[in-house]
């Protein structure tokens, strides 16, 4: 049974960021007092690289094929002197699920980018440490949050949508720009063990990335009907089929004054054997969320009993939605296990519905239909904002070679009333095992998660051969199953047969 919180949790939007803002700026004021700025000669340059190649084989002819895709990632660092360090970052592509795309870079505004080959700036910053102190100014990426998979206090930045099964958590993130404040604070009788505080300004918000209609990874719930059949209708030319006609748009970024930001704030320490940390987050969904504006184009009068034909232009536009967390998390090793739990309250956070359901209850309106023959567009949001504990726990362990992980995650809506694609019980488990053979050049896992209230789920089976230094192959199956009318289950067609080759320098 989940409580609802208790009034005084309902903080205001702005309250939030108004502790991260003084407390960055108490971090900034208690680096002030270095006695010096010259800079010491600099480290040597440190490169990383790494190009991959990923070939996928669809086990569904109705799904969208996918090309080719290679991915090349260039990292460069320096150490300055043992204060100031800089890393910049630069990932490029080729291939991959883009259909009729168009080369280019990507930028920080939109959410539709259709392009293939693209560029990409990764992580790129400056930091400054100094007692204790590390400051770091930049694109940048952070990590919050203990559990494996779904971590409901990593919510700094948004991600990219294109492949959401196969990418890693660390290649789907966007960099955002941040102003990033880590503070080791002094030790004290008075504080835990290695207390440490962390603060983040991100003074823009940086839309999620997602693929468009006709790419393998775009979502079936975001597709209207292609016609919809509507009864009698006073004063309108109804009954009558309208044939949908759907298009994707960009909607405009949120304000770029550096005003409509996004800020997190997180003390992590350590009590009697267990680490844990407490998370504030106030600032804009990094998942999607869409709103949905109709035009219908309709006869100027009724001319005949029978069903007319009426053509409807319809628009899948982003829509981009600020909401409050407060959270935390912990870890602890016993029994020669490590156990895990996270969890959030997340207050007025929107979470979708499909499109199809939002323009089905659009026309089935009267006086909405009305509208709509008058020439006036509707539009809709194809989500509901509600409040929400977010949470799970996860254990896993080593038996010899034998690597087992096990998490249970569930997301809870305190007040609704309304079909959305997450239940307002959804509990989920994930089972891991995996294990290495041959002094750990090869290795295999199985992984299966179970999405129980909307009967979704998928399962990957893996093994991969690290042949050379820096140098694998791998191969897998991937199986999706459950209601299209769910988040996971509407991609049940993309089952899928994949290879990839990795080598870093």
């Known amino acids: 049974m989940v409580a609802h919180p208790p009034p005084t949790l309902k903080a205001t939007p702005r309250a939030a960021p108004g502790v ?3 407390t960055t700026l108490l971090i900034f004021i208690s680096a002030l007092h270095l006695d010096s700025l010259a ?26 094929a996918q090309a080719p895709g290679l991915r090349v990632d260039l990292e460069v ?3 300055l002197d043992p204060r100031f360090r800089w890393q910049a970052s630069l990932v490029a592509r080729a291939g991959g699920p883009p259909r009729d795309s168009n080369g280019g870079v990507f930028d920080l505004g939109a ?5 293939a080959p693209s560029l990409e700036i990764g992580e790129t910053w400056l930091s400054f440490r100094a007692s204790g102190v590390e400051i770091r100014a930049g694109l940048q990426k952070f990590y919050w949050g203990r559990l494996d998979g779904d971590r409901p206090n990593d919510l700094l930045n948004p ?6 099964v196969l990418d890693e958590d660390r290649e789907a993130k966007i960099a ?8 080791t604070l002094p030790r004290s009788r008075h504080l835990p063990n290695a207390s440490r505080l962390t603060a983040v300004w991100e003074p823009i918000d940086v839309p999620w990335r997602y693929p468009l209609p006709g790419e393998r990874w775009f979502a079936p719930a975001a597709l209207a009907p292609e016609s919809i059949v509507v009864g009698a209708v006073p004063a309108t030319p109804c009954p009558c089929e309208i044939d949908v006609n759907q298009q994707v748009r960009n909607s405009a970024p949120p304000r770029r004054d550096g005003g409509d930001g996004n800020y997190g704030l997180r003390l992590a320490a350590r009590s009697s054997g267990v680490d844990w940390a407490l998370v504030a987050y106030e600032g804009y969904d990094p998942a999607p969320n869409f709103e949905v504006p109709i035009r219908m184009l309709a006869p100027p009068a009724l001319s005949t009993t029978d069903t007319l034909a009426i053509e409807a232009d319809t628009e899948l536009r982003p829509a981009y939605r600020r909401f409050t967390s407060f959270g935390g998390d912990l870890a602890l090793e016993a029994f020669d296990w490590t156990f895990r739990g996270e969890g959030a309250l997340q207050l007025g956070r929107p979470f979708p519905m499909s499109i199809e359901q939002v323009t089905q209850r659009l026309l089935a309106d009267p006086a909405a239909v009305a509208r709509l023959v008058d020439g006036e567009t509707i539009s809709r949001d194809a989500y509901a904002q509600r409040d929400a ?18 998490e249970l995650t569930q997301t809870a809506l305190l007040d609704n009333q309304i079909p959305l694609l997450v239940p307002n019980i959804d509990t989920r488990l994930a ?21 129980f209230e909307q009967g979704a789920g998928l399962a990957r089976l893996r093994a991969g051969w690290t042949f050379a230094p820096g140098t694998r192959i791998e191969a897998g199956i991937v199986g999706l199953w459950g209601s299209e009318n769910s988040l996971l289950g509407q991609y049940q067609r993309n089952s899928e047969i994949y290879a990839r080759f990795q080598w870093s320098l």
């Open 77 to 79: 660092s320096q150490k």
């Open 159 to 164: 991600r990219n949508f294109e492949d959401p």
């Open 176 to 183: 955002v720009p941040a102003l990033s404040a880590d503070w």
């Open 111 to 115: 959410s539709f980018q259709n392009l």
């Open 389 to 406: 504990l977010n949470w799970g726990v996860g254990a896993d362990t080593f038996f010899g070679p034998w690597m087992p992980l096990i």
């Open 20 to 22: 991260v803002q003084l």
């Open 39 to 64: 800079l010491a000669t600099p480290g040597k340059l440190h490169a990383e690289g790494r190009i991959e190649a990923l070939g996928v084989i669809r086990l569904d002819e109705d799904s969208p």
């Open 431 to 451: 089972l891991r095992l995996g294990r290495t053979f041959l002094d750990e050049t090869v290795d295999a896992e199985v992984m299966a998660l179970q999405a």
